[in-house]
């Protein structure tokens, strides 16, 4: 929760002044919502400081002190005492010396005074002492804190006109999803959105920003928790002059600004989109992924075809130069969806994708082939050792293996099919039915086209030495 009561006390002399209120109402509040639910709350407060050392009574939901600083580079945080909310102990320690009404059954009350709490002493009207409570003490409100409330010193170098402060705490997350339409001529609409969903944190008509990136969390002692329960109806306002989300880089991150004043309360979602639906090309891919393993040696396989998936992958065109493209993209999920005979959208693949930058083609694997299979089967395998390359060195070893795959399609209309190979250290295919293509140092690729309604067969003999 960010609402937020502010007492403040400041000083010009060696005394405290009087203390000033200032309501919820006429503090600023900001945002940034990180996927792992980590939170950063931004407060302005119309509060002055004056130069020297100002004390500030805080009424923060969920506050860490331990993160609490101020972004005005003229302020500095002294000390922030963290005082929880006022518990049934501590509040008859507060009341010793007063006298409280006691509930001892619905309608009858009596009045004693708090002479100890442990062991307890209480004092009744008439002289004589209790040892015991005397019913559920009823508290006067001044006793009685509600929320946390830290009291917080800083240190301004200068007079300022307001107080800025800022902290990190916990309670929201947010996902990207996004939407892809496959269409003809290898054309999709791809939409995205951004849900935020809270935890734990309430918030009225705020500043919002998501922030997409791989930040670190450092190990910290674990904190007093407090479980605060709040409910509401979330909504989102736009403003007309900031109708789509804005982005910009900061650090090594990406930073949307959320149009319009954002509230939201705990499991509420709040969902916004990304960027305007864009139109890009798109290639489908069917992968048969290798059988050599990324280290060591690869031995004998059973002498019987064994089925292999054949992969269904998608990649999005994103060109430098078009809205699409120069935008970044966080990770999320992606659905992609395809209209049948009757146009109406089936969902046909759906994916987890990494943060993806400008420029750089959004390629997911939707999942695996219907119509299109595959079978591999070890056609010939042997073991040799060879002499050493200098006198003294260990004896290697040299494994030469065969494989055949064969691609079955059921599909009315031709495709094509990439085997892949990739394996760590010396190795090389030394003859196939299909001409290798090496991708980089570790791996290899065989376009296979296969017929309509057809099969199609590749061998390839593959030999590593160590």
């Known amino acids: 929760m960010v609402t937020m009561t502010l007492h403040v006390a400041r000083r010009t002399l060696p005394v405290l002044a009087g203390l000033a209120v200032v309501g919820p109402l006429a503090a600023q ?58 518990e049934r102990g501590a509040a008859l320690e507060s009341a010793l010396g007063q006298t ?128 605060y329960v709040a409910r509401g109806v979330a909504a989102m306002e736009v403003r007309e002059e900031a109708a789509v989300t804005s982005e910009q880089a900061v650090g090594e991150a990406h930073v949307y600004q959320l149009p319009g004043r954002v509230s939201f309360a705990p499991a509420m979602p709040v969902t916004t989109a990304l960027f305007p639906r864009a139109t890009v090309a798109y290639t489908q891919e069917f992968v048969v992924p290798g059988v050599l393993p990324w280290r060591g040696f690869f031995g004998p396989m059973p002498t019987e075809p064994n089925r292999v998936p054949v992969q269904v992958w998608y990649t999005l065109k994103r060109a430098r130069g078009t809205a699409f493209g120069d935008r970044p993209l966080p990770g999320g999920t992606v659905q992609l969806y395809q209209a049948d005979s009757g146009g109406r959208v089936q969902l046909v693949g759906e994916a987890r994708s990494d943060h993806t930058a400008p420029g750089r083609d959004l390629r997911v694997q939707s999942g695996e082939a219907f119509d299109v299979t595959a079978e591999r089967v070890q056609t010939d395998y042997n073991q040799e050792q060879i002499p050493p390359p200098k006198r003294g060195l260990a004896a290697r070893q040299r494994i030469t293996a065969a494989y055949r795959v064969t691609i079955s399609n059921a599909k009315p209309e031709a495709v094509t099919v990439d085997v892949r190979e990739s394996h760590y250290g010396t190795w090389h295919i030394v003859e196939s039915s299909v001409p290798a293509e090496k991708l980089s140092a570790t791996e290899v690729r065989f376009r296979l086209p296969v017929p309509a309604n057809g099969a199609a067969t590749l061998t390839y003999t593959v030999q590593a030495e160590s």
């Open 29 to 86: 509040t900001s945002l940034s919502i990180y996927s792992d639910g980590r939170v950063v709350v931004r407060r302005t407060l119309p509060q002055a400081l004056e130069k020297g050392r100002n004390t500030l009574t805080l009424r923060l939901e969920g506050l860490d002190p331990a993160t609490l600083f101020s972004p005005d580079t003229s302020v500095a945080l002294v000390s922030a005492v963290l005082r929880p909310p006022t």
């Open 100 to 227: 409280l009404s006691f509930v001892r059954t619905k309608g009858d009350t009596v009045r004693a005074t708090v002479l100890r709490v442990a062991p307890p002493q209480y004092r009744l009207s008439d002289g004589r002492l209790l040892l015991s409570e005397p019913g559920e003490p009823l508290f006067p409100a001044e006793l009685v804190r509600t929320a946390p409330e830290d009291v917080v010193v800083l240190e301004a170098a200068r007079a300022r006109p307001r107080t800025e402060l800022a902290y990190a705490t916990e309670g929201a997350r947010w996902e990207a999803v996004y939407q892809v339409v496959l269409g003809g001529a290898e054309r999709a609409a791809v939409s995205g959105a951004a849900t935020i969903v809270s935890q734990s944190l309430r918030a009225d008509s705020t500043d919002v920003q998501i922030v997409a990136g791989s930040i670190n969390r450092a190990p910290r002692t674990p904190q007093p928790k407090f479980d």
